[in-house]
């Protein structure tokens, strides 16, 4: 249980809000679960609304909400395309489709290595610059712009490469 795991981290998170807007440390409750668990699942969404003391539907919209909370397991690295419709006019899906094709796995699928999981996510503000995704990896979030399936294959590659040391 986070709250016996990390009682000081919690207190410090609720400390950031006054007590009536208590329900405002969700996110970075649901960050500290997932960081905890890998992913947020309704028994974390349980969790986090016990120590907020509201309801776990009000938690756990916001997790489909936000691409930075993921819902279920997934690879290593996450990596989202956008494919929102400035992107898409600019090749984003055919991109998506072909790298998953390419990985041999489905949209929101997950490599068989473990390694990548492949997400489709909304406007990520680089619209003018797609093909782009961002990369979830374990040392944060890095952007990756004008790709095309030989520039992300050649990423992926070296993410291989680099195995358990990143
Ligand atoms: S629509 Fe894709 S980055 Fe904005």
Redesign the pocket.
């Known amino acids: 249980m986070l709250v016996d795991k990390y009682p000081k981290e919690i207190d410090r998170i609720l400390a950031k809000f006054p007590p009536e807007r208590k329900r405002a440390a969700a996110l970075p409750l649901l960050y500290l679960a997932q960081r905890e668990y890998g992913h947020v699942s309704k028994e974390a969404i349980r969790e986090v609304a016990g120590i907020l003391d509201v309801d776990p539907t009000q938690v756990g919209g916001l997790v489909g909400f936000y691409s930075l909370l993921h819902a279920k397991p997934g690879g290593k690295y996450r990596l989202q395309v956008?494919t929102?419709?400035?992107?898409a006019l600019r090749g984003?899906e055919e991109f998506a489709e072909e790298l998953c094709d390419n990985l041999r796995i489905k949209m929101g699928e997950t490599t068989e290595d473990g390694l990548i999981t492949v997400e489709e996510v909304k406007?990520?503000?680089?619209?003018d610059k797609?093909p782009?995704f961002q990369l979830q990896a374990p040392d944060g979030i890095h952007y990756f712009e004008n790709q095309d399936l030989d520039s992300a294959m050649e990423l992926i590659e070296e993410l291989r490469q680099r195995g358990d040391d990143a």
Do not use: E, W
């Open positions: 956008c929102d419709l400035p992107c984003a406007c990520l503000a680089g619209c797609a782009m």
